[in-house]
């Protein structure tokens, strides 16, 4: 359904995503993961074109959508489609339920725009006497489900949903992760699920991607990397995630990341991951790993576990 190509995004002097790859099959869910500041956002923000690439491909559904102009997308919006991080603050302030929900319908030119959004509003879980309301009456969930019934309103292909939990709730957010789970199997829906929680992706996705300042550092199926990742910095992520079980708790190994992230102004030399890796050794700080195949995923390091 989608292939992104070698994507490159450049603000000024800063490379915010250097030469990501990757592909998603209908139906599938794929989760991307990273600190903030990754490049994650931005990837997504690219593929859904609110962003110009750099350089690299992006093709969806058939056809290089890398570079359409404006009046060319619009016909493109309707199968691809976004959820944002914080929902208030992506709802318009000064327009009711109903209208944030017809906006898409009504610059697709649908027809029957007043019973579609009643329907959709009971899709997400709230009532059609909802439309008349504005945004500021609802809780960040209830928000979060208005974003969802405007990015489904022209049943889409694609869903990027960017973060759409972090924002919330704790006791609220498995409730919006089952919603787009359900929906995603009543719709047929393909999903790139963005988060810096892994605990969240697991539940999700079918495949996962772990990005590190702008790469692509390890990339397979869900299961395969949560129970033995390959990458230092997907073990790291990874045992930063509590586990339910008090006894296990106690005895796991906890892996404390040097520092902050570097900036992507200045990445280090070599793997980018080197200042912050257990594992580094001198190669690590002359040579850059490329993504290969390893124990059945892919992996971007000298020496994977
Ligand atoms: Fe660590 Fe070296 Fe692998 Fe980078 S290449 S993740 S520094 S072991
Ligand atoms: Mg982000």
Same mark, same amino acid.
């Given at each position: 359904?989608?292939? @992104?190509?070698?994507?490159?995004?450049?603000?000024?002097? @800063?490379?915010?995503?250097?030469?990501?790859?990757?592909?998603?099959?209908?139906?599938?869910?794929?989760?991307?993961? /990273?600190?903030?500041?990754?490049?994650?956002?931005?990837?997504?923000? !690219?593929?859904?074109?609110?962003?110009?690439?750099?350089?690299?491909?992006?093709?969806?559904?058939?056809?290089? *959508?890398? =570079?359409?102009? =404006?009046?060319?997308?619009?016909? %493109?919006?309707?199968?691809?489609?976004?959820?944002?991080?914080?929902?208030?603050?992506?709802?318009?302030?000064? $327009?009711?339920?109903?209208?944030? *929900?017809?906006?898409? %319908?009504?610059? $697709?030119?649908?027809? /029957?725009?007043?019973?579609?959004? /009643?329907?959709?509003?009971?899709? @997400?879980?709230?009532?059609?006497? =909802?439309?008349?309301?504005?945004?500021?009456?609802?809780?960040?969930? $209830?928000?979060?489900?208005?974003?969802?019934?405007? !990015? %489904?309103?022209?049943?889409?292909?694609? @869903?990027? #949903?960017?973060?759409?939990?972090? #924002? &919330?709730?704790?006791?609220? $957010?498995?409730? *919006?992760?089952?919603? &787009?789970?359900?929906?995603?199997?009543?719709?047929?829906?393909?999903?790139?699920?963005? #988060?810096?929680?892994?605990?969240?992706?697991?539940?999700?996705?079918?495949?996962?991607?772990?990005?590190?300042?702008?790469?692509?550092?390890?990339?397979?199926?869900?299961?395969? %990397?949560?129970?033995?990742?390959?990458?230092?910095?997907?073990?790291?992520?990874?045992? #930063?995630?509590?586990?339910?079980?008090?006894?296990?708790?106690?005895?796991?190994?906890? *892996?404390?990341?040097? /520092?902050?992230?570097?900036?992507?102004?200045?990445?280090?030399?070599? +793997?980018?991951?080197?200042?912050? +890796?257990?594992?580094?050794?001198?190669? +690590?700080?002359?040579?850059?790993? &490329?993504?290969?195949? =390893?124990?059945?995923?892919?992996?971007?390091?000298?020496?994977?576990?």
């Amino acid at each position: 359904m989608l292939t @992104v190509t070698d994507l490159e995004m450049r603000f000024k002097d @800063v490379r915010a995503v250097r030469g990501v790859s990757f592909t998603v099959r209908p139906g599938e869910t794929l989760g991307l993961v /990273g600190e903030s500041g990754c490049g994650k956002s931005t990837t997504a923000r !690219a593929i859904v074109r609110l962003l110009e690439p750099s350089a690299g491909t992006i093709r969806f559904d058939g056809r290089d *959508i890398t =570079h359409l102009s =404006h009046r060319e997308l619009r016909p %493109l919006r309707r199968d691809l489609q976004m959820i944002f991080q914080d929902p208030h603050s992506s709802l318009n302030p000064r $327009q009711t339920v109903g209208q944030i *929900i017809a906006n898409p %319908l009504v610059v $697709q030119g649908v027809p /029957g725009v007043k019973a579609k959004v /009643g329907e959709l509003l009971d899709m @997400v879980g709230l009532i059609p006497e =909802h439309a008349g309301r504005y945004p500021h009456e609802f809780s960040g969930g $209830q928000a979060q489900r208005i974003g969802i019934a405007r !990015a %489904l309103a022209t049943r889409p292909k694609l @869903v990027i #949903a960017d973060e759409p939990v972090s #924002a &919330l709730d704790v006791s609220v $957010q498995a409730q *919006i992760v089952n919603l &787009l789970e359900e929906l995603q199997r009543e719709l047929g829906l393909t999903y790139i699920f963005i #988060a810096h929680d892994l605990s969240v992706v697991r539940r999700v996705s079918d495949r996962v991607a772990v990005m590190y300042l702008g790469r692509i550092v390890e990339t397979g199926a869900g299961d395969a %990397l949560y129970d033995g990742p390959a990458h230092p910095y997907t073990r790291a992520l990874l045992s #930063a995630v509590p586990v339910p079980d008090p006894k296990v708790e106690r005895t796991r190994e906890r *892996i404390v990341l040097r /520092g902050d992230p570097p900036s992507p102004a200045a990445p280090p030399p070599g +793997c980018s991951f080197h200042p912050r +890796c257990p594992r580094a050794e001198e190669l +690590c700080r002359a040579e850059r790993p &490329l993504l290969r195949v =390893h124990r059945g995923r892919e992996v971007a390091c000298h020496f994977p576990l």
